[in-house]
């Protein structure tokens, strides 16, 4: 008896040691108070399990190998900025305050200038998009970079394969980067072992492992959607190489609706050497690949609209496009829409909505009906009633799962890419986002969004606030784990 006493002082002692380190360590780091406080929940109140979760979920820890890679990069990439300075729009003259006040903030955050010159062409819907990859592809003479978050055997997307094999025969050098959670089944299926074979360099980034999990936090993943042919046309977007007549039929939310933009111009150099710095992270090659496929482009202008590109993730500034996104809602005067398949805000997001939207301005959010995450729906749905009260718009999308990330501001600015608007993207995950000062194509991306809301129902106030006790619950309870969804 006497025994087991003793052990159950001690467990007790180190539970409350290990609590109140932890809490300790989670107040050091300053982290969002939403953040902490959540943390600091989880840590105490489950004896050692939320610990062990803190471990492996709580800190940004990139691993030595990759932050030893990501130094080596600093200096080119540093150069390569300094090359192009001279090509870029470094003070330009934007007709409103909005524009002008998102350049600036953009710059600062992430060094990267506005790129002049170029053309984009709006690319709605999966058989759109790979009609126009596999055409691009096909007319390749020198390089082929892809890097992905899901590649998904299956469909038309098979057919991306066998056009890269018939590229890799004539002599073009096909790279393809993919993360290893999300591209999981395709990298061990037989196709990624032809891919191989035809002579093709595949590689996985941030790889995962039970050990490598206690060193590595293993949730950070690459989300970036990034194709560069030939150093003179890319793409960019929310769509993952998926036919969305087969990805994920069981998950009951139906098809997948993505859109993707195909660009030219001088801005291609910048998505180029986001999609090289990421490559030599993961394939350890030389740096120099980076100088020899990119600085040497200084491509013409083949239009007019003004481009920034904005990688973001964990070795980028901290909070860096959510500062961005945040920028835009302050600075918008007339209108905002926003498309996003997962809507988990925090604090700051949600007051600069409601804010803009007690200013006057028209906001209209789109989300799916539907999505694939159970606890990401019921968080989103959480703050449904927040901005309903507020008068700001909410479009529930019946049409499939609405994965189309876009925000267009007072009819002259987009951001588009593969960003959605929560936590994960906002500061774990590796996105890339482009900023586009152009009104002509804010207007095509505009109508998109406003195809959308003709296969949504709007939501209704009364609706929302007539939920079931249990549902409100359920809601709330996911919303208070928004921070570290």
């Not at 560069?228 to 190489?241: Q, R």
Request: hydrophobic share 50%; with cysteine.
């Amino acid at each position: 008896m006497e025994q087991t006493h003793w052990w159950a002082t001690l467990f007790l002692v180190l539970d409350v040691v290990i609590g109140f380190g932890f809490t300790y360590r989670i107040i050091m780091r300053r982290l969002a108070v939403g953040v902490s406080l959540a943390w600091i929940v989880v840590v105490l109140i489950f004896p050692w399990f939320g610990a062990i979760i803190y471990l492996l979920f709580g800190e940004l820890r990139l691993g030595e190998q990759r932050a030893i890679q990501v130094k080596r990069l600093e200096e080119p990439r540093e150069r390569w900025l300094g090359a192009i300075m001279a090509r870029a729009i470094t003070a330009p003259k934007f007709d409103s305050h909005c524009s002008d006040d998102v350049f600036r903030i953009s710059k600062s955050m992430f060094g990267m200038p506005a790129l002049p010159g170029n053309s984009l062409e709006l690319l709605d819907g999966a058989d759109t998009i790979f009609e126009s990859l596999v055409r691009d592809i096909n007319a390749a003479k020198h390089t082929i970079h892809i890097e992905f978050y899901i590649w998904s055997n299956g469909g038309r997307a098979d057919d991306i394969a066998e056009v890269l094999l018939l590229a890799a025969k004539r002599g073009v050098r096909c790279r393809v980067l993919l993360d290893n959670v999300g591209s999981r089944p395709f990298l061990s299926s037989p196709m990624a072992k032809r891919l191989r074979d035809g002579g093709i360099e595949l590689i996985s980034a941030l790889q995962v492992g039970l050990v490598r999990a206690f060193f590595v936090r293993f949730d950070l993943r690459l989300h970036r959607k990034v194709v560069v042919i030939d150093g003179k046309v890319g793409y960019t977007g929310s769509f993952n190489l998926v036919d969305p007549r087969f990805f994920k039929q069981s998950a009951g939310v139906g098809e997948w609706v993505d859109a993707m933009v195909r660009v030219q111009g001088p801005v291609v150099e910048a998505l180029a050497v986001s999609f090289l710095s990421d490559w030599v992270v993961e394939s350890h090659e030389s740096v120099a690949a980076l100088a020899e496929e990119t600085v040497k482009l200084d491509l013409p202008n083949v239009g007019h609209a003004p481009v920034q590109v904005l990688p973001s993730g964990p070795t980028s500034a901290a909070q860096a496009i959510e500062q961005v996104v945040i920028q835009c809602l302050y600075a918008a005067r007339d209108n905002i829409m926003i498309t996003t398949p997962y809507f988990v805000p925090d604090e700051t997001l949600i007051a600069a909505l409601v804010t803009a939207a007690h200013r006057g301005v028209d906001i209209t959010l789109i989300l799916p009906k539907k999505v694939d995450s159970k606890l990401t729906g019921l968080a989103g749905q959480a703050f449904i009633g927040d901005l309903l009260e507020a008068g700001i718009h909410v479009a529930l999308f019946d049409g499939g799962l609405l994965h189309t990330k876009s925000i267009t501001i007072d009819h002259e600015l987009s951001l588009f890419g593969s960003l959605n608007l929560d936590p994960r993207s906002f500061h774990l995950n590796f996105e890339i986002t482009l900023a586009i000062y152009d009104a002509e194509f804010t207007a095509r991306l505009r109508s998109l969004q406003e195809e959308y809301i003709t296969k949504s129902t709007r939501a209704s106030l009364s609706d929302w606030q007539s939920r079931t006790r249990l549902r409100k619950f359920a809601d709330n309870t996911a919303r208070l784990l928004g921070p570290l969804l």
